[in-house]
């Protein structure tokens, strides 16, 4: 499968707990994109990368969140300290971007907070 | 505030009819719009995509539709079969090559058979 992997499908923690969520990429893709959809709306953009650099973050992104792409391939989503309010699908997208920049996204991680 | 939305929550089409997902867009400075369709349980999956140069563009059975004058897009399937039956959103891109795409509320596309 040469589409965008995440890890793992479904995560299920206490409040208060810390999560690391993993995202693989279209191997040829340099940009990196970290999207939350909640049931209903559609994906609210949270951050991005442009190889290993980090480019923008969203408001959205408290304190909390972090993100990594350490050697521009794979990248990592962290939530600290979680909170009820942070369930919520967590998406990943890869592009080439460009011009006409198409987002190949991943099945997403399904968080759940207790 | 600018944003992206859907008219209409829901459609019901009858299986082999054709369907039109409508989208409205409030910034003008948008110059990339992108369809993307959501089964269960999967990430947006990348339907159709058209620059604001353009009005018109035809895919297999699907065609996107751009109105810059009233900010409007859409989306037509021809001969709506079962598997068409998703979540549908319209998503748009400021101009720049750095910019992010900006996603509107979904509309759920049911096909009867």
């Known amino acids: 499968d040469t589409g965008v992997s995440q890890d793992p499908r479904h995560k299920i923690t206490k409040r208060g707990q810390n999560v690391t969520f993993r995202c693989d990429p279209i191997?040829?893709?340099?940009?990196l994109y970290w999207y939350r959809q909640t049931l209903g709306q559609g994906p609210e953009f949270l951050t991005y990368?442009?190889?290993?650099?980090?480019?923008?973050k969203s408001r959205l992104l408290s304190d909390r969140f972090s993100a990594e792409r350490p050697k521009g391939s794979f990248s990592t989503l962290e939530i600290q300290r979680t909170e009820q309010g942070d369930s919520a699908m967590y998406l990943c997208?890869?592009?080439?971007?460009?011009?006409?920049?198409?987002?190949?996204f991943g099945s997403g991680t399904q968080l759940s907070v207790l | 505030g600018e944003s992206v939305g859907l008219h209409l929550p829901t459609l019901s089409v009858q299986e082999g009819d054709n369907s039109i997902i409508n989208c409205a867009y409030s910034n003008s400075a948008s110059d990339y719009f992108i369809w993307y369709k959501q089964e269960s349980g999967k990430g947006p999956q990348f339907i159709i995509d058209i620059r604001s140069n353009m009005d018109k563009r035809q895919g297999q059975r699907v065609t996107v539709l751009l109105n810059k004058t009233v900010k409007h897009l859409s989306l037509q399937i021809a001969a709506t079969q079962p598997g068409d039956s998703a979540v549908y959103f319209c998503a748009e891109r400021l101009t720049g090559a750095n910019s992010k795409l900006t996603f509107g509320k979904g509309i759920t596309l049911s096909v009867r058979p």
């Open positions: 997208a890869s592009s080439f971007g460009g011009t006409n920049e198409k987002l190949f």
């Open positions: 191997s040829e893709h340099n940009r």
């Open positions: 990368f442009q190889n290993e650099a980090q480019l923008e």
